[in-house]
C-alpha cells in the first residue's frame, strides 16, 4: 500500500509519543497543530459504533464537513452493519468537500467511555488501514494521503504512548506485514 499517513495533534504530548515510535518511518508524517491545516485524500474519525459526531474531534468535522455527513454516515452504518459498527471495524464514505473527499470511520469505542485501558487505538487504527486497502483496490481514484488524530486519547482517556504504540503496531501489521500472529492464547494477551 503506498499511502502517506499524516498524523496530526494538537496535543504535543501525542506528537511527541507518535514522534518517537514512528521515528524512521518515511510514509508516516507527525506534526502538531489543526487537523484541517494539513492537506489529504481522507482523514480517520474516531468516533463511536452508531456513527454520532457531536464530540472531541468529530465535533471540529461536523463542523468542518456539515451535519449532513454524520447522517450519511449513520445511514451507512444502519444499511451496511445492521445498525452498529463495531470497534475493530472500518468504512469510507465520501464527503462533499473538495479538499479531504472522504472519512474513514473508525470507532474507538462502542459509546463515549474511558478504554483507557484496552486495545481500541490499535483495533481502530488497523481497521482504517485495512479499509484503506480495500477501498484502493477496487477503485480507480485511491486514498493517497489520510489525516489521522489521536486515537481514543480524549473521551477515550488513552495515553499519548499507549495511542502511539498501538497504532505503530497495527502499522506494522497491515504495511509492513510484520505479523502480529501468536502461537498459542496465553502469548495472545501478551502481544500488545
Known sequence: ????????????????????????????????????????????????????????????YSHYFGWDLQKKLQKTIQKDYYGELPVGSALVIKTKNKDVKYLISAPTMRLPEDVSKTINAYLAFRAALIEINKFNKD??????????????????????????????????????????FPRNLAEADTIL
Request: proline share 4%; with cysteine; aromatic share 6%.
Open 139 to 180: 477503485n480507480e481514484n485511491t486514498i493517497k494521503k489520510v489525516l489521522c488524530p489521536g486515537l481514543g486519547t480524549l473521551t477515550g482517556l488513552i495515553s499519548p504512548m499507549s495511542c502511539a504504540t498501538q497504532m505503530k503496531k497495527a502499522y506494522d501489521s497491515v504495511i509492513r506485514r510484520i505479523p502480529l
Open 1 to 60: 500500500m503506498n499511502v502517506k499517513i499524516l498524523l496530526r495533534d494538537l496535543s504535543k504530548e501525542i506528537v511527541d509519543a507518535w514522534a518517537t515510535v514512528f521515528n524512521g518511518y518515511s510514509d508516516v508524517e507527525v506534526s502538531c497543530g489543526n487537523i484541517f491545516d494539513a492537506k489529504a485524500d481522507a482523514i480517520v474519525s474516531p468516533a463511536n459504533s452508531f456513527g454520532f459526531m457531536d464530540g472531541g474531534i468529530d465535533l471540529v
